[in-house]
C-alpha cells in the first residue's frame, strides 16, 4: 500500500514538473513570436514614416491654397454678373492660379492638370 502512494505522488511531481516545462516552453515561444512581430512592425513604421510626412506636409500645403482660392471663387460667383459668360482677366487668372496649385502640390500620384 505505501508503494502504491509513493508510485501516486511519483507520477503527481513528474506530472506538474511536466507542465510547468510546457508552460515555460510555451512562454517563451510566445515571446520569441511579440519579438518578431515588435521588430515588423518597427520596419513597416520605418517605411511607412517618410511617406507620411510627405503626405501631411502636403495636405498642409493643398489646405492653404485650397482657403486663398476658395475665397477668389466666392468673390467671383458673387459678383452680379456671374451669368454672364465673359471671361475677364480676373476669371482666367483665377483659374490658372487653381490649375497651378494643384500642379504644386506634391505627394500624390495624380498627374498634372493641362494648362492653356
Given at each position: 500500500?505505501k ?6 505522488v511519483?507520477?503527481?511531481?513528474i506530472s506538474?514538473s511536466g507542465?510547468i ?11 520569441h513570436?511579440?519579438v518578431?512581430a515588435?521588430?515588423?512592425?518597427d ?5 511607412i514614416q ?6 501631411a ?6 489646405k ?5 482660392i476658395t ?9 452680379p ?7 475677364d ?6 483659374r ?19 494648362g492653356?
Amino acid at each position: 500500500m505505501k508503494l502504491r502512494y509513493v508510485l501516486m505522488v511519483l507520477v503527481v511531481a513528474i506530472s506538474i514538473s511536466g507542465a510547468i516545462a510546457w508552460r515555460s516552453g510555451w512562454s517563451a515561444h510566445a515571446d520569441h513570436i511579440n519579438v518578431l512581430a515588435a521588430k515588423k512592425k518597427d520596419k513597416a513604421e520605418k517605411i511607412i514614416q517618410p511617406v507620411e510626412e510627405k503626405a501631411a506636409a502636403a495636405t498642409a500645403e493643398s489646405k492653404v491654397i485650397y482657403r486663398t482660392i476658395t475665397r477668389d471663387v466666392v468673390k467671383y460667383v458673387q459678383s452680379p454678373d456671374r451669368t454672364v459668360c465673359q471671361f475677364d482677366d480676373a476669371a482666367v487668372q483665377l483659374r490658372q492660379r487653381a490649375i497651378d496649385a494643384a500642379n504644386s502640390i506634391g505627394g500624390f500620384d495624380a498627374g498634372a492638370v493641362q494648362g492653356k
